[in-house]
């Protein structure tokens, strides 16, 4: 019956003609448009709001155009045919449809090409006059843009003070919070109070939470203890978790060494060992709760001795500390693309996978997203523990803190890797080779931990842009994860090298258009442009001091009775696990996107049947938008290219997605 109503209801509204009335033809295409959108045929819903003209009505004009953009943006991922429906409302059709879109333009600027002047041109378009709220969820992004991005503070300042309670109460509350933080950063510490006491618990009571620890370990540094305990107590659990657990940390550690008042310290550890969670730049304060509490089940003398509870800021705090340090500077020194350095012969980067992969990420209307999968269940038995074997300590396969990753390779076309990966019905060399350029990753390298599962931000304040309560925009993925260059490593020998490409990709890149001796001198650039040797230097003596460090803490007699010592230290070398592999593999000149996070994290897809059940991954974003080249392997069938030449032509890109079929010599 209800289809029945629907089918009258388009039967009606398509006897509508322009004869009867241009705002009447054009409002019954909206309808017609909207009624096909909801039955998920989407190509019948385009072609109703294509009808609609300006000329029709300027509002019903910029509508259609709106929805069409956002057909192919949601559905078709065609990011440059949304914008250019986007680029077709103007103010005078309807203000604040013509801020939308602007607003949507930035975030395709933003979000998908990382054109981030571009992206700033359109949010200086919006004006409060258009939409009080857009204008002030524009001004946060400009503040984002600037300090985040291109590290003009005064000009962030300027876009956060431009917001209003009127405009946007709960982003109010917010840029009062950034602005607290960025005049901290600038030692302008009145200033950053006043800002923070501007947020009340009824305005917001996370931020408020923040606020609060924010000040708390301001005067914590500059050891007004007592005024700093009295920050960290406004902090409740209710509030904030993770500022809860933060605070209570900081006031155990408060209690046991300076004001000398150890029930208290203990309460505090507790409490912060109930709310505890792991992250990269935060890890030495979960690992640090986890031992405490197994101090304390264990009826420790370093918990039950007052002189030694003391002393465990030495004993265990500053050592954790250091390892989780060390970790995180091996990790950066591996991260391959950052917004200080542009090497332009590592643009791309290669993923080899089976045809049947590549047909699902682009199939039709529901393409398939790109999966990291977990790491526990991958086929290379040692995928993991090449550095934990070599300090001497083991992986727990009960820990519930765990990776993700998805790899990639610097060369592209490489007959080794064709004959290993993506082969499908028996036939080596038969899989494809996708190359992404670097928009398909991000830069920001507390992404590859889950911040919302099991996070808290550094031993620094709370840096709002790295935790922004206002999102810009959601697009039901990941966030931009960041991409690590593979360290290949010999424990026997001391043996270590940096993946990277190899110069025969050189000369395959540039046989057609470059001599042999334009190519020898960019392949010795591109090798110096790298610095591994100060990068391996540097990555050696942080090995080293971590190794020794955990050396420290495995033999201390106290810490030897704590039954899970190797899983909690095995968590402060846990962001670099996956990046180091044994030199055996050197010439995959492997690259890796990971992901960490809590086995609960509700981003983890489950197995829909139980052949699947060895097998879970999270998904990333689609991919059409970030593929620049796609090989095809030795044996790869003739069908697949016929295929994907369709399937791209049909498309009509502005920029050629080249199918270059591999003529590698497999035997």
């Not at 001004?139 to 003070?161: M, V």
């Not at 250091?322 to 990790?331: A, E, P």
Request: glycine share 2%.
């Amino acid at each position: 019956m209800k289809d029945n109503n629907i089918n009258n209801q388009i039967d009606e509204l398509s006897k509508i003609t322009r004869e009867d009335g241009e705002r009447k033809y054009a409002d019954a295409q909206i309808m017609l448009g909207n009624i096909y959108r909801i039955k998920h045929d989407y190509d019948n819903a385009k072609a109703f709001y294509l009808n609609i003209a300006r000329k029709d009505d300027p509002e019903l004009y910029a509508q259609a155009q709106y929805k069409l953009a956002y057909i192919y943006t949601e559905i078709k991922q065609d990011y440059d045919k949304a914008k250019t429906f986007l680029l077709h409302i103007t103010r005078k059709d309807n203000p604040e449809l013509y801020a939308q879109a602007q607003y949507k333009l930035a975030y395709i600027y933003s979000e998908i090409k990382q054109d981030y002047d571009k992206a700033k041109t359109f949010l200086l378009h919006i004006t409060r006059k258009d939409n009080p709220k857009l204008y002030a969820q524009a001004q946060y992004k400009l503040a984002y843009i600037y300090s985040e991005i291109k590290q003009d503070y005064d000009k962030a300042k300027t876009s956060l003070l431009n917001i209003n309670k009127k405009d946007y109460y709960e982003l109010y509350a917010q840029a009062q919070f950034n602005l607290g933080y960025l005049y901290s950063e600038d030692f302008e510490f009145d200033k950053s109070e006043f800002y923070y006491l501007n947020i009340t618990r009824k305005n917001n009571s996370k931020l408020y939470a923040q606020a609060q620890f924010n000040m708390g370990l301001h005067y914590h540094h500059w050891k007004q203890y007592n005024k700093a305990e009295l920050f960290y107590l406004k902090i409740t659990r209710k509030d904030d978790s993770e500022s809860y657990f933060r605070a209570q940390f900081h006031l155990g550690r408060i209690y046991s060494k300076n004001l000398k008042n150890y029930t208290k310290a203990k309460t505090c550890f507790y409490n912060a060992f109930k709310v505890a969670t792991y992250s990269s730049s935060s890890s030495s304060y979960y690992i640090c709760t986890q031992f405490i509490f197994e101090l304390m089940k264990n009826n420790s003398s370093l918990i039950s001795n007052e002189e030694e509870f003391e002393k465990l800021n030495e004993t265990l705090f500053d050592k954790i500390k250091d390892i989780c340090f060390l970790t995180n500077d091996i990790k950066n020194n591996l991260l391959v693309y950052n917004q200080f350095e542009n090497n332009e012969q590592e643009r791309r980067v290669a993923h080899y996978t089976k045809p049947a992969v590549l047909f699902n990420l682009l199939k039709g209307e529901n393409p398939s997203k790109f999966r990291l999968n977990i790491v526990d269940f991958m086929n290379d038995p040692s995928e993991n523990q090449v550095l934990t074997s070599w300090l001497n300590i083991s992986n727990h396969p009960d820990n519930e803190i765990k990776s993700f990753l998805a790899s990639f390779s610097f060369n592209h076309n490489c007959l080794n890797q064709f004959r290993l990966y993506g082969n499908e019905d028996n036939i080596v060399g038969s899989g494809v080779s996708i190359a992404f350029n670097k928009d398909f990753f991000g830069l920001d390298t507390e992404r590859s931990i889950n911040n919302e599962i099991i996070s808290s931000h550094s031993i620094k304040s709370i840096n709002p842009f790295e935790n922004k309560q206002i999102k810009f925009e959601s697009n039901n993925n990941l966030h931009p994860l960041p991409l690590y260059r593979c360290l290949y490593f010999d424990p026997k020998t001391g043996y270590m090298a940096l993946a990277k490409r190899n110069k025969q990709s050189f000369y395959l890149e540039n046989k057609n258009e470059k001599t042999p001796e334009i190519i020898d001198s960019e392949w010795d650039k591109y090798i110096k442009s790298l610095h591994e040797t100060e990068k391996i230097s540097c990555i050696r003596d942080n090995l080293e001091k971590i190794k020794e460090l955990i050396e420290e803490l495995s033999n201390n007699l106290e810490l030897k009775k704590i039954s899970n010592l190797d899983e909690l230290l095995s968590l402060a070398v846990l962001p670099i696990s996956c990046l180091i592999k044994h030199a055996a593999f050197e010439d995959e000149d492997e690259c890796r996107m990971i992901y960490i996070t809590h086995i609960a994290d509700d981003n983890i897809v489950e197995p829909q049947d139980y052949q699947s059940a060895n097998s879970l991954y999270v998904e990333y974003t689609h991919v059409e938008e970030y593929i620049d080249n796609i090989y095809l392997g030795p044996q790869c069938k003739m069908q697949h290219k016929i295929w994907l030449q369709n399937h791209f032509k049909k498309k009509r890109r502005e920029r050629e997605i080249k199918l270059i079929k591999s003529e590698m010599p497999l035997r």
